[in-house]
């Protein structure tokens, strides 16, 4: 019974594992020698497929008897073996590229405006003429309260014209009126900066990697240019501000 038991159990798997035998070998570049990591071998009539390793190495077991191996791989024209397995054997394949193409040289024609000093990512240029469409309530349009609408920076009390960029503290914004620094910029009681809407030609805000001309502070800095004027054409622009006792003239 126990040797019945023995031959039933071995002999069978024996028999099995003689109809299979392994096919291993490395995949490679033809041109360089290169191997390819990744690479796919595929037998279409056992349904079969394996891999290379990162050493361009595979291994997969097939039936004996005759068989066809699909070699693949990106960029790479397939090849395809007919082979008779009779053993164990070692099969080495190279591939061949799809496609050579020559060198490509790309030139561009358009110039390239960047600012001198940094990325536009940290400096704002803005627009006067936008900053004119912005909605105002009870009050009137001012360049302080418009850059509280910009990403990255945060007003400081409410309805008040200061601000804080990324975390930092009001006083850590440097202010500049054509060049010439303003160290007290609102005025009743921080409701209203000092600069005039209307003659204000130029605004330029750096939030980050403010270059060493400017220096001396941490946050922001906010150059201001003023209009030069016109001597030829004179007017005299004003606006009424809705609130209790507040009328402003802006003369140019």
């Not at 392994?22 to 995949?27: D, E, F, K, L, Q």
């Amino acid at each position: 019974m126990k040797y019945f038991l023995f031959f039933y159990l071995v002999f069978p798997i024996s028999l099995l594992g003689q109809n299979y035998i392994t096919v291993s070998g490395t995949i490679s570049d033809i041109g360089s020698g290169e191997q390819l990591i990744g690479a796919t071998v595929y037998s279409a009539l056992s349904k079969i497929g394996t891999s290379a390793n990162s050493y361009g190495f595979y291994s997969i077991r097939l039936p004996k008897g005759k068989n066809t191996l699909q070699v693949s791989y990106v960029g790479y024209q397939t090849l395809q073996s007919d082979m008779l397995l009779t053993k164990d054997t070692t099969v080495n394949f190279n591939l061949q590229t799809a496609l050579k193409l020559d060198e490509v040289t790309v030139t561009g024609t358009g110039n390239r405006n960047s600012h001198p000093y940094f990325s536009g990512m940290n400096m704002m240029k803005l627009d006067m003429a936008k900053m004119a469409d912005i909605p105002v309530i009870l009050g009137e349009r001012d360049l302080l309260k418009t850059i509280q609408y910009l990403p990255g920076i945060k007003g400081g009390a409410e309805n008040t014209a200061g601000y804080n960029v990324r975390g930092g503290s009001s006083d850590q914004n440097q202010i500049l009126l054509d060049g010439v620094p303003v160290y007290n910029v609102c005025h009743l009681m921080g409701f209203f900066s000092v600069f005039n809407g209307e003659a204000i030609k130029n605004a330029e805000l750096y939030k980050g990697g403010i270059p060493a001309r400017y220096g001396g502070h941490l946050s922001s800095v906010l150059d201001v240019t003023m209009k030069e004027g016109n001597l030829k054409n004179r007017r005299v622009p004003f606006s009424l501000v809705l609130l209790p006792g507040v009328f402003r003239w802006k003369g140019l």
